[in-house]
């Protein structure tokens, strides 16, 4: 019995740390979900018409302006939902069973790069080795 547990703990990480995975993904998740709200309030009140009387030439200015500025943060929105979604991944992959293993070789990926990385479904090696 204590032989396969140790072939088990080689292929795939033990619930405990699991656990530790998906608090430090449920925290990036919120924080995330946290400033995509932020954003998206933001740009909802940019595209509400206020009472801004300006004259001519400086309201053009800052139309360019606020379109850059709008664009800008439209494109981060869009990163942080894409990385909000690669967190509930993570999460499922939790859930599962298949959390922290390389879909490329089966190997178990390092703690340290999934503590940097913890919606990484590649080892190092394997995204490197795709990136060639």
């Known amino acids: ?3 396969t547990g140790s072939v088990e703990e080689k292929t795939r990480y033990s619930e405990e740390e699991l656990k530790e995975f998906e608090e430090l993904i449920t925290k ?3 924080d995330t979900r946290s400033e995509l709200n932020y954003i998206r309030e933001a740009l909802h009140k940019r595209n509400d018409p ?4 300006t004259s001519g030439s400086s309201k053009l200015m800052e ?5 850059s500025e709008k664009e800008s943060m439209s494109q981060l929105a869009a990163r942080l939902q894409k990385f909000a979604t690669q967190l509930e991944n993570a999460l499922i992959r939790i859930k599962n069973g298949t959390y922290g293993v390389c879909i490329d070789t089966g190997k178990l990926i390092p703690k340290e790069r ?3 990385v913890p919606h990484t479904q590649q080892t190092i090696e394997a995204k490197l080795m795709k990136q060639r």
């Open 114 to 116: 999934l503590r940097a």
């Open 1 to 3: 019995m204590m032989n």
């Open 63 to 67: 139309d360019g302006a606020d379109t």
């Open 28 to 30: 990036k998740l919120d």
């Open 50 to 53: 206020g009472t801004d009387v």
